[in-house]
């Protein structure tokens, strides 16, 4: 299947995380929650901004979503800061970074601290490579997992002192599908 109709998303069973989300809005927590990643040959990743809804206003990245296997580490990059240890996993050449229309993501942190990216696939560009005519998280989920995602948590305020348990999971899961989505396509023998 490379199409999913808008009307059919709702026909699909919903994913549920069954991983460990953690969130990290702690220095302290920094370094070693890198060092976990670090262990990792391809991580999950996304971002999330607390959404502008006047015409002219935007902020900077919140939260960004890190997931190693199982484990996704959700930095409060606007209460902690962009730490070079997490530049330098986005620098590592070693490491494959999988996300989903990243484009806007890299951008959104450059303008928080410059840094050149290596390794990344965004997985919409290797879905319409692919022939896909489809993309986006919930419907490469669909069509590659067999699940729909909720996109509930979207335009959530992400600048919150504290996530609520939805924001937690919602950001968990968006950065935890990459690297499933990604292995799908392996065993399609669609990557590489």
């Not at 069954?18 to 990792?40: E, F, H, T, Y």
């Not at 942190?109 to 050149?116: A, G, N, R, V």
Request: hydrophobic share 40%; aromatic share 10%; with cysteine.
């Amino acid at each position: 299947m490379k199409y999913v109709a808008k009307d059919d998303v709702p026909n699909y069973p919903l994913l549920k995380f069954c991983g460990n989300a953690i969130v990290v809005d702690d220095v302290q927590k920094v370094s070693s929650c890198c060092k976990q990643i670090l262990n990792c040959s391809v991580i999950g990743f996304d971002t999330e901004t607390k959404p502008a809804f006047q015409k002219g206003v935007s902020y900077n990245i919140s939260l960004l979503q890190l997931s190693a296997n199982d484990q996704v580490f959700l930095f409060r990059i606007d209460k902690i800061g962009f730490h070079n240890a997490i530049i330098d996993i986005l620098e590592n050449p070693d490491i494959v970074k999988v996300g989903i229309d990243l484009k806007n993501d890299l951008v959104g942190l450059k303008k928080i601290q410059k840094f050149e990216e290596r390794n990344f696939i965004d997985l919409n560009a290797l879905a319409i490579n692919k022939g896909y005519k489809s993309i986006g998280a919930v419907k490469l989920c669909i069509m590659l997992l067999g699940y729909r995602i909720s996109k509930k948590q979207r335009l959530s305020d992400w600048s919150v002192n504290k996530l609520s348990d939805a924001q937690i999971e919602y950001a968990a899961i968006d950065a935890w599908i990459c690297p499933k989505i990604l292995n799908s396509f392996k065993t399609k023998s669609l990557y590489p």
